[in-house]
């Protein structure tokens, strides 16, 4: 039971180079999200995707863009990646109470750690 | 604007001890979520437990259990008897009612437990 995946688990950009990151959930759940985390600071969200098709952004979002390929999904893209930009990130998906038609909780991907140099 | 504080940084206590963790949040919305992950140091956040607005009730599950208190503002976590495997760090977040993903993450409590 794969859960959520995300590739790569490790990465060192320059600055200004550019990368994309991949989560791909195997659970048939409707959102995605895409969070930062940070000495410090907890995770923070920085896009998320309520439904195939449809993207928002989140607290954090400035230089990033993200793509919801389809329902398994969705790639989170660094354009030209900053120092700033040295983080953990999580890819999480979640599920939806039938009853209250409200998320449920979160399930989260591994994590990419990635440096900026 | 909404704000989740865990003001303990780290907490080290020996094996069996009894541990309670912080979190006190702020939010306008009469109705939102609370709730709690683990973060192991394999990395991957767990879930523990997810409590709604109205439900003032505390829970119990095993070893844990939760402190729901609207009044003051806080939704603490108590580990009774610790564990080495308890080790871990510990994060509260609140969300709006309608999209529980979108979560507002405390900083984190780092847990140790030794043996």
């Known amino acids: 039971n794969a859960g959520v995946t995300q590739t790569p688990k490790f990465q060192v950009l320059k600055t200004g180079q550019s990368m994309t990151l991949q989560c791909a959930q195997d659970m048939n759940h409707n959102s995605m999200y895409w969070y930062r985390q940070d000495p410090g600071m907890g995770l923070r969200l920085i896009y998320y995707?309520?439904?195939?098709?449809?993207?928002d952004k989140g607290e954090v979002p400035n230089g990033y863009n993200v793509s919801r390929l389809n329902k398994r999904e969705f790639s989170l893209r660094l354009e030209s990646a900053a120092p700033s930009q040295t983080s953990v990130y999580f890819c999480?998906?979640?599920?939806?109470?039938?009853?209250?038609?409200?998320?449920?909780?979160?399930?989260f991907g591994s994590g990419t750690q990635l440096s900026v140099l | 604007a909404q704000k989740v504080t865990q003001a303990q940084t780290e907490i080290s206590v020996v094996e069996k001890e009894d541990v309670t963790l912080d979190c006190v949040y702020e939010?306008?919305?009469?109705?939102?979520?609370l709730f709690w992950y683990k973060q192991p140091p394999s990395g991957e956040l767990v879930f523990l437990i997810r409590?709604?607005?109205?439900?003032?009730q505390n829970e119990i599950s095993g070893r844990y259990s939760w402190n729901f208190q609207k009044s003051t503002s806080s939704f603490n976590f108590t580990i009774t008897a610790s564990q080495v495997v308890d080790s871990a760090v510990y994060f509260c977040?609140?969300?709006?009612?309608?999209?529980?993903?979108?979560?507002?993450f405390g900083q984190g409590t780092t847990l140790q437990v030794k043996p």
């Open positions: 999480a998906s979640s599920e939806v109470d039938s009853v209250f038609s409200t998320n449920e909780k979160l399930f």
């Open positions: 939010t306008r919305d009469t109705t939102y979520y």
């Open positions: 409590r709604n607005s109205f439900d003032e």
């Open positions: 977040a609140l969300s709006e009612y309608s999209n529980t993903g979108k979560l507002i």
């Open positions: 995707s309520a439904s195939e098709g449809t993207t």
